[in-house]
């Protein structure tokens, strides 16, 4: 999987982590910000900037 992947895998289950619901996969529907917000950075799309063999964000074309 590219870095950048991971680290929004990461990111997103971080975000998760706020949500009391989400954090124990409650089945329960809530209203939930940090769902919203995990979509919103799963649909961020950018050309990964390697240096180095290093990743170092994302361009982002417009
Ligand atoms: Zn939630």
Not at 34 to 51: H, Q
């Given at each position: 999987?590219?870095?950048?992947e991971?680290?929004?895998?990461?990111?997103?289950?971080?975000?998760?982590?706020?949500?009391?619901?989400?954090?124990?996969?409650?089945?329960?529907?809530?209203r939930?910000?940090?769902?919203?917000?995990?979509?919103r950075?799963?649909?961020?799309?950018g050309?990964?900037?390697?240096?180095?063999?290093?990743?170092?964000?994302?361009?982002?074309?417009?």
């Amino acid at each position: 999987m590219a870095e950048h992947e991971i680290k929004k895998n990461y990111i997103i289950s971080e975000l998760r982590s706020l949500c009391a619901h989400c954090v124990s996969k409650s089945q329960l529907p809530h209203r939930c910000p940090v769902k919203e917000l995990s979509l919103r950075i799963e649909s961020l799309r950018g050309v990964p900037l390697i240096v180095n063999s290093e990743f170092k964000g994302l361009l982002w074309s417009h």
